[in-house]
């Protein structure tokens, strides 16, 4: 990693983006912690291993970009500014959660934060994030959607839709794919022919593979080409190399019918995005052993201080079954 | 009063709300230059400009997908689904997102899109051209759905879905776009929930939907022959349903038929029927009679075409043998 010149903005944004890395890990782990002690109800999916994306890309967007979020949507929630006790809430199916408890962990919304949901269909919103950058290209803004989604859901007949209409009218609009290696339980190179980025070139728009374990590298990437959004350079597709640590959801738990042990442990070990991004901020000279402690037990004890209100914060009264079927 | 084309009429109301809220946009298939295959939209694209009324590629999933994430982010899309059996194509993006986004943000997200298509047989169009599939909307909470009758109801209830707040799906009869009807100059809308007693009556009531309405009335023209007092009720949207209007009308004639070109099974004439039938058995004096389309694919012959949904003649008879008891001889 091509060393940085620590200046005061810089050392700002590295903290910020270490902060929120391990805030996604502390929620991740609190979260799966809820689901092995059976206090979360159904299951969950864990983006512990991809915060280098998640983060690298929100931290180049503003409060009014907005992004669509996927499944495995809790990392895209926390990097675009979410809240520990609402999202807390929300998991566990109360009434202060996001949604009053109605969405759960795959619809997370937060739309004080651009977050237009979580979506529980693989593919389902890049409709919305296409038609979000239509909105924005209309009205005249430069608000740049960004739609998340994973491998597995190239294999959607949607997304080549959206994309050939965001490539015509030129949309506001980046692709991300977080390609982490299993379309669920099977790899990706068994679901998908050819490269991913020729998909999105296909259409003539502009591709990027990047190193998604490299939050830098990330981040450098995503503000360019917002940047570029913003100018009406748009659309673009980032396919960001990344791993999830967990199964396809908190319950796959052994799944070395699919993929090894080592496999996982050297992923883990050699290329954990925030072991790595600690050793930069170390090796530059941006925090202390102690500081960068610090910073870890406080988001951790956050983590842990917003599980224990949302456990026991109220469920929404049941007379709220029937509430917001119909806007008013 | 003048009279106008129903297909004058919708372009009217997308005129009118289009100049008075800049949020409105249409997108579809051939919406702009060529103004969709039945001419609704003529004119539109030279007031509003193509980035207004937005001519897509053949891709519904994708284009309804943008109208959802459109509208959540402050547009009121109205979508053009050329024909009503597309509806197939765009489950996911209507069913899955649209009508759930609201609920499943705990109402902090809203849905303010219009998706219009149509319905409607006997068009010689065949089995993929020709359904009437509102009961597949209407299934689905979080999505209203309004089934205009007459060029005044489509522009009233267009103006309506415009301005609600949630997705809205309007079928339009595809047979009924050259029809004309009383239109007012001036400006009107027709709420939501509200059904239309288009005739009063103390025999026999018909409720019946879109299409199925001018059949209605062609029986209670018949039946007044024969000495038949009719009374004709249309929903105007079947979601909201007004089910008060429909009660008290049968409450009034005991003897209700319930018409829509859908197919009858698991159909919007089998849930109005058995709302009557749960909430006015005591009144009735025979079950409520569902007449929807037949349980068969829509056949191209027009010979086969034509038996396929009800008629002026099959709900007169229906209608007869209702009023002289002698539908349930086995019962």
Redesign the interface.
């Known amino acids: 990693m091509p060393a940085k010149s620590k200046t005061p903005s810089n050392t700002e944004s590295y903290l910020q983006m270490y902060r929120q890395m391990v805030r996604i890990r502390a929620f991740e782990d609190q979260a799966n912690k809820l689901y092995l002690s059976a206090k979360m109800p159904g299951l969950t999916h864990m983006y512990s291993g991809e915060e280098a994306v998640a983060v690298g890309i929100c931290e180049a967007l503003t409060n009014e970009d907005?992004i669509?979020s996927t499944h495995r949507g809790h990392g895209h929630c926390v990097a675009k500014g979410a809240d520990f006790k609402a999202m807390f809430c929300e998991l566990l199916g109360k009434e202060e959660?996001?949604?009053?408890?109605?969405?759960g962990s795959m619809?997370i919304?937060d739309?004080s934060h651009g977050n237009?949901?979580a979506?529980a269909?693989v593919g389902?919103?890049?409709?919305?994030?296409?038609?979000?950058?239509?909105?924005?290209k209309?009205?005249g803004s430069d608000d740049v959607?960004v739609c998340f989604f994973g491998d597995g859901a190239t294999a959607q007949?949607?997304m080549y839709?959206?994309m050939?209409?965001a490539a015509?009218w030129k949309l506001p609009v980046i692709y991300a794919c977080e390609n982490n290696g299993y379309s669920e339980y099977t790899k990706t190179e068994e679901i998908a022919a050819g490269s991913i980025t020729a998909r999105a070139e296909a259409f003539g728009i502009e591709a990027f593979k990047v190193d998604g374990q490299d939050v830098l590298a990330v981040n450098d990437l995503s503000q360019s080409l917002v940047a570029r959004c913003r100018k009406g350079e748009g659309p673009f597709f980032i396919e960001l190399e990344t791993y999830r640590y967990h199964g396809h959801h908190v319950g796959d738990i052994n799944r070395e019918y699919y993929r090894s042990k080592e496999e996982e442990t050297d992923w883990k070990t050699n290329r954990d995005p925030i072991t790595r991004f600690r050793a930069t901020l170390l090796e530059q000279g941006i925090v202390t052993e102690e500081q960068v402690e610090a910073i870890n037990a406080e988001i951790a004890q956050d983590a842990a201080d917003a599980v224990a209100y949302a456990l026991e914060a109220p469920y929404p009264d049941v007379s709220e079954v029937d509430?917001?079927?119909?806007?008013? | 009063m003048r009279e106008i084309t129903l297909s004058k009429a919708v372009n009217e109301a997308l005129a009118e709300e289009m100049r008075r809220d800049p949020t409105v946009?249409i997108l579809g298939e051939d919406v702009a230059e060529a103004g969709t295959p039945f001419k609704v939209m003529s004119g539109l694209v030279e007031e509003f400009g193509t980035?207004?009324v937005i001519d897509?590629?053949i891709?519904e999933?994708?284009?309804?997908?943008?109208?959802?994430?459109?509208?959540?982010?402050?547009?009121r899309?109205v979508v053009d689904l050329m024909f009503g059996d597309f509806l197939f194509l765009i489950m996911?993006?209507l069913c899955?997102?649209a009508a759930k986004?609201?609920?499943?943000?705990?109402?902090?997200?809203?849905v303010?899109m219009v998706l219009r298509t149509n319905l409607g047989a006997t068009r010689r169009s065949a089995a993929q051209h020709s359904q009437s599939l509102q009961a597949l909307v209407a299934h689905i909470?979080?999505l209203?759905v309004a089934m205009p009758s007459s060029a005044y109801e489509a522009k009233g209830l267009m103006k309506t879905a415009i301005r609600d707040?949630?997705p809205v799906v309007i079928f339009e009869d595809k047979l009924m776009y050259q029809d004309k009807a009383p239109v007012p100059e001036e400006e009107f809308l027709i709420p939501f929930g509200e059904a239309h007693v288009k005739r009063e009556g103390s025999d026999i009531t018909l409720i019946a939907t879109s299409s199925m309405v001018q059949v209605a009335e062609g029986v209670a023209d018949l039946l007044e022959t024969e000495g038949v007092s009719v009374e004709v009720i249309d929903p105007r949207t079947i979601v909201p349903l007004d089910e008060d209007t429909l009660l008290k009308s049968v409450r009034k004639t005991s003897l209700a038929i319930v018409i829509d070109e859908g197919h009858q099974s698991y159909g919007v004439t089998a849930e109005i029927a058995s709302r009557l039938n749960e909430k006015s058995f005591y009144h009735l004096d025979a079950p409520v009679q569902r007449m929807g389309a037949m349980d068969v694919p829509v056949p191209f012959s027009p010979a086969l075409e034509d038996v396929t949904v009800p008629t002026v003649e099959t709900v007169a008879q229906t209608a007869r043998k209702l009023i002289a008891r002698e539908m349930f001889d086995a019962a």
């Open positions: 907005r669509t959660g996001y949604c009053r408890g109605k969405g619809h919304a739309q237009l949901g979506n269909i389902g919103s890049m409709g919305i994030a296409t038609g979000s950058a239509l909105r924005a209309l009205q959607t007949g949607l839709e959206v050939n209409m015509l509430m917001h079927v119909y806007a008013a | 946009l980035e207004r897509t590629p891709s999933p994708g284009f309804v997908g943008m109208a959802v994430g459109a509208a959540m982010t402050g547009a899309p996911d993006q899955n997102q986004t609201h609920y499943m943000s705990g109402g902090k997200l809203n303010p909470p979080g209203k707040n949630n």
